[in-house]
């Protein structure tokens, strides 16, 4: 219990930190500093956590994945190509909400942290001329990104998770299906309530606009075959793609220092390194280790405890490995033999919940920082959608 208490106590400071609308990096390297001194750590210990995490191999990967992605939207923005490819999306769909909502899903079929940084820029042209506030664009494009998490073998949480638990890879993802159409149809109905298609022409719909879309997509798909199809490390790949599209679009070497200078942020730089760090000590301290065989001595119904347990470590680390490994172990232990998929499934849905709603999630951040977003207000917009799919797996589970 009291270890419950101290994650508690560090997860309050960041709401309030947050809400006080301090830079995200502080408020989570504040959060590291208390849970650490929570569990006893001292300032020399403290002080190599930080190092370690700062300098760890996937922290700098994410920081160059996420510069060069950058670098790539500063890019197709500057070129007109972003705007190519939301006219000729909108030609193509007949309707300005469908593009809003398909190209952040085109994007969440790429496996990335922080994907949400490279659809915000394709949301908000695809809203233009519409008077969408910052919050609502934020929560289309943060929403739309995370489809494809649920079923998709590219993702690493729901093959970890039909591992643990002995359940067939493809006997998951059918037990699954509801989960992602619960998204779509949450994220139309709320998403995009009281709003109309703003003018886009339903008469221009040929061949030309699909060319173009296709043309204008190309640096995307690239960026899919690269990472998807041929497994190179996203940072890689966003390097090579950048490289082209500097060649073809015969960029100075002053044009590109001035791109690097515009993309380049220092925040950000200061926000991942923030969430590393608290995650980092979340680790080192035995937080998270500390509440499994918490809730396996805590007498509860397995039923809240396949609820509780993902969705709670979930909304700690943001990571859906994160609830998976953690979790799943328990959830196991709870059935004699494998458990049954719709429990599993259950379980992957507060797990999943609990992540969308984690202020250490980076797609999260990253899209209300774009948007310039009021965060509690992109909040009151997820919880009602996040409701609705936790329903539908609850759902699923009581049937069987």
């Known amino acids: 219990m009291i270890d419950l208490l101290k994650i508690s106590a560090a997860f309050g400071l960041i709401v309030l930190l947050l809400r006080l609308r301090l830079n995200l990096g502080a408020t989570m390297a504040s959060a590291a500093v208390l849970l650490g001194a929570l569990y006893g750590i001292g300032p020399l ?119 643990i638990t002995a359940t067939p890879l493809t006997t998951l993802i059918h037990s699954q299906l509801p989960l992602p159409v619960a998204v779509v149809v949450a994220g139309v109905l709320l998403g995009f309530r009281g709003m109309t298609n703003n003018g886009a022409d339903r008469t221009r719909r040929d061949w030309a606009a699909v060319r173009t ?77 500390a509440l499994p065989p918490f809730f396996e001595r805590s007498g509860l119904p397995p039923a809240v405890i396949l609820a509780l347990l993902p969705f709670l470590v979930g909304l700690l680390t943001g990571l859906t490995v994160g609830f998976v490994g953690a979790a799943f172990p328990i959830i196991t232990a709870l059935y004699v033999g494998a458990p049954p998929p719709e429990a599993v499934t259950f379980a992957f849905a507060c797990g999943f919940a609990g992540v969308m709603l984690s202020p250490t999630h980076l797609c999260l951040v990253l899209t209300v920082r774009y948007f310039k977003a009021d965060m509690a207000q992109t909040y009151r917009l997820l919880y009602a959608p996040v409701l609705i799919v936790l329903s539908v797996g609850l759902i699923n589970f009581l049937l069987h």
Request: charged residues 10%; hydrophobic residues 60%.
């Open 213 to 289: 879309l296709f043309v204008s997509l190309l640096p995307i798909i690239a960026s899919l075959v690269l990472v998807v199809g041929f497994k190179v490390r996203l940072s890689l790949a966003m390097a090579g793609i950048c490289v082209v599209m500097f060649a073809l679009y015969r960029y100075s070497p002053r044009r590109i220092l001035t791109t690097l200078r515009e993309s380049l942020s220092l925040n950000i730089l200061l926000m991942v390194i923030g969430i590393m760090v608290f995650k980092g000590m979340i680790e080192s301290s035995g937080a998270i280790s």
């Open 45 to 163: 210990s403290q002080g190599k956590i930080f190092l370690a995490a700062a300098m760890d191999p996937v922290t700098v990967s994410l920081i160059a994945a996420l510069a060069l992605i950058m670098v790539l939207e500063n890019i197709i923005r500057k070129t007109g190509l972003l705007a190519r490819m939301t006219d000729s999306l909108v030609q193509v769909s007949g309707d300005r909400r469908i593009a809003m909502a398909v190209l952040p899903g085109v994007i969440g079929l790429l496996p990335s942290a922080g994907g949400a940084a490279f659809s915000a820029p394709l949301v908000q042209s695809a809203s233009a001329r519409a008077d969408i506030p910052p919050a609502r664009m934020a929560f289309i494009n943060y929403w739309f990104r995370h489809i494809w998490e649920y079923i998709s073998p590219l993702y690493p949480g729901i093959v970890l998770a039909a591992a």
